[in-house]
């Protein structure tokens, strides 16, 4: 037993992990309430920058505060309905073929993800793919702001696959992960054949180092 499994933001999708509320966002609020939204989180860019380079865990932790007060059923259903014309569009088209690849080989197809789980759902289904993504806490059918469990993203990723792995007796050592950022290698560490996507600097550097597989998908 086989499996693949795919970061999303930056390696399966042409995409960050701060477009989709934006998306929301401009079509729930609009207009000037859009404008005065815009404007605060341009405001809180420089924090969360800083806290992507101190930590991911830590920059997705102060992300999800901007996920506080939004209604969980209005969130999930706009992603759904409005998939096609958002995250679908942004698949990058050599990570389908992999993708592709993988099922003629009937391996099992798993996104690994930071992404909120409502956002890359609707991917997952499409993709007739498990999905392994960072659960927002709710009460009262509202966002808190944070997250049930660690972020996944860092070792959390590799955890998260060990322990799926297990429970369903697939082989890490003869399986694959797709990982396009530093934050991804643990998860791509832990499979047997791992792929440097499109890979940034350290990424790049440690992919070198390990004689891993290193493509450029567009």
Not at 126 to 139: F, G, K, N, Q, V
Not at 156 to 168: F, N, P, T, Y
Request: hydrophobic share 40%.
């Amino acid at each position: 037993m086989i499996a693949a499994f795919f970061d999303c933001d930056g390696t399966l999708t042409r995409t960050t992990v701060l477009q989709p509320l934006i998306w929301y966002q401009r079509q729930r609020l609009g207009g000037v309430d859009f404008l005065y939204w815009s404007v605060r989180f341009l405001a809180s860019l420089p924090s969360l920058y800083i806290a992507e380079r101190r930590d991911r865990s830590d920059f997705v932790k102060q992300f999800l505060k901007w996920y506080r007060g939004l209604r969980a059923d209005d969130l999930t259903r706009w992603h759904e309905e409005n998939f096609e014309k958002t995250l679908k569009k942004r698949v990058r088209v050599d990570g389908l073929k992999a993708i592709k690849w993988h099922k003629e080989r009937g391996h099992k197809v798993v996104l690994v993800t930071g992404g909120m789980e409502p956002v890359v759902e609707p991917l997952a289904r499409w993709l007739s793919a498990d999905l392994i993504a960072t659960r927002l806490r709710t009460e009262d059918n509202l966002f808190t702001g944070e997250c049930e469990g660690p972020p996944v993203i860092g070792p959390e990723k590799a955890r998260r696959i060990r322990a799926l792995a297990e429970q369903k007796g697939w082989d890490l050592s003869a399986s694959f992960a797709y990982g396009d950022s530093v934050s991804d290698y643990e998860m791509l560490a832990v499979t047997g054949h791992p792929v440097a996507v499109n890979p940034d600097r350290r990424l790049l550097e440690l992919a070198q180092e390990n004689g891993w597989t290193i493509v450029f998908w567009k």
